[in-house]
Nanobody, 124 residues
Framework: QVQLVESGGGLVQAGGSLRLSCAAS????????MDWFRQAPGKEREFVSA????????AYANSVKGRFTASRDNAKNTVYLQMYNLKPEDTAVYYC?????????????????WGQGTQVTVSS
């Protein structure tokens, strides 16, 4: 069993930055791809980013490409999402998840574990 705890969310003005962290416990996630996805109020969950097991490959939703960067530190069993130039439409609860495979596809069955999420609010 893996527990994932996201942190680093908050309220930021448009154009600002935040760095989300996702700490895993229970067992190592170093051999798994890890995703971030988000859910805005009244909207369906959507894929944000993916990172493969060693961090060498990353993939992003078109809406965040060039502004968000996923990374990981397997020694710390932690993944990160650095978010720059935030926009009001980035407002959502952000979740990290252990994925069955690496890639930009998004479906609920893709994930083995996910956290409780962290709120990101971007004001205009």
């Amino acid at each position: 069993q893996v527990q994932l705890v996201e942190s680093g969310g908050g309220l930021v003005q448009a154009g600002g930055s935040l760095r989300l962290s996702c700490a895993a416990s229970g067992r190592t996630v170093s051999t798994y791809a890890m995703d971030w996805f988000r859910q805005a109020p009244g909207k369906e969950r959507e894929f944000v980013s993916a990172i493969n097991w060693d961090g060498r490959d990353t993939a992003y939703a078109n809406s965040v490409k060039g502004r968000f960067t996923a990374s990981r530190d397997n020694a710390k069993n932690t993944v990160y999402l650095q978010m720059y130039n935030l926009k009001p439409e980035d407002t959502a609860v952000y979740y990290c998840a252990v994925a069955r495979h690496y890639g930009r596809t998004f479906y609920q069955g893709k994930y083995l574990y996910w956290g409780q999420g962290t709120q990101v609010t971007v004001s205009s």
